[in-house]
């Protein structure tokens, strides 16, 4: 296991958790809704390990940034550091009414929770080759941000939601 794995790692790893696990976890939550607000899992093209000036619509995008990253030298052993990186995961939902998107924007953030934490293996993340990255995953907040109508786009507003985790070494 590497010692130290920089932001680089950890965000490939949260986008490729969630690209397998948000499909179902939208299907379930569209199925115990049932109310005729539907949310569809953004496409494997529409997540950026990045910001974006723009993001075409239609539909929704994520965008799965590193923030602070607290590095300890006092770590387990001799040459070791253990870090807490937060990991920030942007939620881009679109609708023409303002109640419809907030609700699509809440089952969405739930989705991107329940995909990084609760789907196998639970509270952790893979390396791109499948074995554990030794790190643990945990939500820790959520943001909305403000809901926008983009210019020419016609009537659809856009609005992103952040959903924070913190994510940890394990000891191995």
Do not use: C
Not at 15 to 35: F, G, P, S, T, Y
Not at 37 to 52: E, G, M
Not at 88 to 99: C, I, K, P, S
Request: hydrophobic residues 40%; without cysteine; negative net charge.
């Amino acid at each position: 296991m590497t010692w130290f794995l920089g932001p680089e790692a950890l965000v490939d790893a949260v986008i490729a958790k969630l690209q397998a696990n948000m499909a179902a976890r939208v299907a379930a939550i569209n199925a115990e809704k049932d109310d005729g607000i539907t949310i569809v899992a953004p496409d494997n093209s529409r997540y950026f390990a990045s910001a974006k000036r723009q993001i075409p619509p239609p539909g929704p995008a994520v965008l799965v940034m590193d923030g602070r990253m607290g590095l300890d030298a006092r770590g387990e052993g001799p040459h070791t550091l253990s870090t807490t990186t937060s990991i920030g995961v942007y939620m881009l939902e679109e609708d023409a009414d303002e109640e419809t998107l907030a609700r699509k924007l809440w089952r969405q953030s739930r989705a991107i929770v329940e995909s990084l934490w609760d789907d196998q293996p639970k509270e952790q993340l893979l390396n791109a080759d499948g074995s554990l990255l030794g790190w643990k995953i945990l939500p820790t907040r959520t943001t909305p941000g403000p809901a926008y109508e983009p210019e020419g786009k016609g009537p659809s507003l856009r609005q992103f939601y952040l959903t924070t985790f913190t994510v940890s070494r394990l000891e191995q």
